[in-house]
């Protein structure tokens, strides 16, 4: 056998063997794999992904084929707010959008659904009525 053009039995034959090739070699195709495995995440591997993050009323977004009523649910979640009614039209989304105003966010999630926003004394939101 032979790595990096060396014959690693060779070494064996005359009772010395050199492990630092070996495992450099192996060692560095360990973290190709790893590298390749992580940088292909859930998008190559064909799962959905939802990311959604909200701050100071306004919302990022990275979803993709996720359901529609669970990314509402996580922006009333994040925001506390609690979420009345329903989705009308369920159906799985695929958006990306960064710090969009929470009314933006929610008026490209739901389209033609309409949705109130209900802020409390505090200007603190709290409820998204669909």
Same mark, same amino acid.
Do not use: W
């Given at each position: 056998?032979? @790595?990096?053009?060396?014959?690693?039995?060779?070494?064996?034959?005359?009772?010395?063997?050199?492990?630092? @090739? *070996?495992?450099?070699?192996?060692?560095?195709?360990?973290?190709?794999?790893? %590298?390749? %495995?992580?940088?292909?995440?859930?998008?190559?591997?064909?799962?959905?992904?939802? /990311?959604?993050?909200?701050? $100071?009323? !306004?919302?990022?977004?990275? @979803?993709?084929? /996720?359901?529609? %009523?669970? @990314?509402?649910?996580? #922006?009333? !979640?994040?925001?506390? &707010?609690? #979420?009345?009614?329903? /989705? !009308?039209?369920?159906?799985? /989304?695929?958006? $990306?959008?960064?710090? *969009?105003?929470?009314?933006? &966010?929610?008026?490209?999630?739901?389209?033609?659904?309409?949705?109130?926003?209900?802020?409390?004394?505090?200007?603190?939101?709290?409820? #998204?009525?669909?």
């Amino acid at each position: 056998m032979t @790595v990096l053009g060396q014959d690693v039995f060779a070494g064996a034959r005359r009772g010395v063997v050199n492990f630092g @090739v *070996v495992s450099r070699t192996a060692g560095c195709g360990v973290l190709l794999v790893a %590298a390749l %495995a992580l940088s292909a995440g859930p998008l190559a591997a064909g799962e959905p992904t939802c /990311v959604v993050a909200y701050d $100071d009323d !306004r919302v990022t977004a990275h @979803v993709e084929r /996720v359901a529609l %009523a669970d @990314v509402v649910r996580e #922006i009333g !979640r994040q925001s506390g &707010a609690e #979420i009345l009614g329903h /989705v !009308r039209q369920p159906r799985d /989304v695929s958006l $990306d959008f960064e710090r *969009v105003p929470l009314v933006d &966010a929610l008026a490209r999630l739901l389209r033609e659904q309409n949705f109130t926003l209900r802020y409390g004394p505090e200007g603190k939101l709290r409820t #998204i009525d669909l």
